[in-house]
Every structure is written in structure tokens, then in C-alpha cells.
């Protein structure tokens, strides 16, 4: 059974930072790009960053480029999401996504639909 595990959410102030983790179980980690979407209320789910299989390749949404830093632990199984100088428009639950990419050499996707798998979410909270 596969679990993504969403952690490290919270209440926080503008220009505060945060570091989310996801812990995957049940999934060959290693053959899989993994993704950050959020979701604020009322609001559709969008892309935030991700980071191919191999870990050489990360795609951010042009909104957090520069604050923003996803990276990966295949030996943890784990994948983060550095959030520095936060924004009160940032606030909604964070997601993590999986999607199978062994071997692909392409940027890792940004359309929820194309993810295989998600966590729960973890509920990051900006206030101004």
C-alpha cells in the first residue's frame, strides 16, 4: 500500500519559512518525480514545485522561483519543500504527489492529474 506522509506544517508570519517533508512508503521511491501542489480555500489545487526521479531536474511555479527549494532523500524516501519569506496568500494545505518517471528525461509534470499518487496535506497557515 503506498503512503505519502505530509509533515512540518503550520502557523507562521509573513516572510517566516517552513520546511515541509513527505515520507513515501509502499513505492519504489527512486522511480518515481515528486511534487508539491496547495491548495487554498475555495481554490483549485496548483503546482508549487517538483523534482525528477533522479533528483537532477526541479520545475517551480513562477510565483515561489527564488523562495521556494524542493529537493529529495532516496535513502529517507523523503522529499522536502523549503519555503522561505512566506506570504499570507500562500496559506492552504500542502500536498505531496508521486508520479512514475523512471527513465524519462523530461521536466517533471505540473498538472495534478498526471500524479499517481498523494498525501493528506499538511495546512500552512501565512498571516500577515
Known amino acids: 500500500q503506498v503512503r505519502l506522509v505530509e509533515s512540518g506544517g503550520g502557523l507562521v508570519q509573513a516572510g517566516d519559512s517552513l520546511r515541509l517533508s513527505c515520507a513515501a512508503s509502499?513505492?519504489?521511491?527512486?522511480?518515481?518525480?515528486m511534487a508539491w501542489f496547495r491548495q487554498a480555500p475555495g481554490k483549485e489545487r496548483e503546482f508549487v514545485g517538483a523534482?525528477?526521479?533522479?533528483?537532477?531536474?526541479?520545475n517551480y511555479a513562477d510565483s515561489v522561483k527564488g523562495r521556494f527549494t524542493i529537493s529529495r532523500d532516496n535513502v529517507k524516501k523523503t522529499v522536502y519543500l523549503q519555503m522561505n519569506s512566506l506570504k499570507p496568500e500562500e496559506t492552504g494545505v500542502y500536498y505531496c504527489?508521486?508520479?512514475?518517471?523512471?527513465?524519462?528525461?523530461?521536466?517533471?509534470?505540473?498538472?495534478?492529474?498526471?500524479?499517481?499518487?498523494w498525501g493528506q496535506g499538511t495546512q500552512v497557515t501565512v498571516s500577515s
Open positions: 509502499g513505492l519504489a521511491f527512486r522511480t518515481y518525480a
Open positions: 523534482i525528477s526521479w533522479s533528483g537532477s531536474m526541479t
Open positions: 504527489a508521486a508520479d512514475f518517471a523512471f527513465g524519462t528525461t523530461s521536466q517533471p509534470r505540473v498538472v495534478p492529474d498526471e500524479y499517481d499518487y
